[in-house]
């Protein structure tokens, strides 16, 4: 299975396990999560990601975002287990 972003020409294979869902109201607050997970995972997948993110100044959105008052990279990870 491939699976990539639009801004990719071709999807690539997974590099990465699932590190599972999340949720905001705040999309600056979710995105800061998503790459907070990424980079303290133990997934040996990650410096590909965490490359590509690099590379496309992902960082630097996040941080645009916030300063032009999007939202706020704040928040607070609550984890909903389905047992």
Same mark, same amino acid.
């Given at each position: *299975?491939?699976?990539?972003?639009?801004?990719?020409?071709?999807?690539?294979? @997974?590099? *990465?396990?699932? &590190?599972? +869902? #999340?949720?905001? @109201?705040?999309?600056?607050? @979710?995105?800061?999560?998503?790459?907070? #997970?990424?980079? %303290?995972? %133990?997934? =040996? !997948?990650?410096? $590909?990601?965490?490359?590509?993110?690099? =590379?496309? /100044?992902? +960082? $630097?959105? &996040?941080?645009?975002? %916030?300063? @032009? !008052?999007?939202?706020?990279?704040?928040?607070? #990870?609550?984890?909903? /287990?389905? %047992?």
């Amino acid at each position: *299975m491939k699976f990539d972003c639009d801004c990719c020409k071709k999807a690539e294979d @997974l590099c *990465m396990k699932d &590190i599972g +869902i #999340l949720s905001s @109201l705040d999309p600056i607050a @979710l995105d800061q999560a998503c790459l907070d #997970l990424v980079y %303290n995972s %133990n997934d =040996s !997948g990650k410096s $590909h990601l965490i490359e590509r993110i690099e =590379s496309r /100044n992902g +960082i $630097h959105t &996040i941080d645009a975002a %916030n300063e @032009l !008052g999007f939202g706020t990279k704040e928040y607070e #990870l609550i984890e909903i /287990n389905d %047992n």
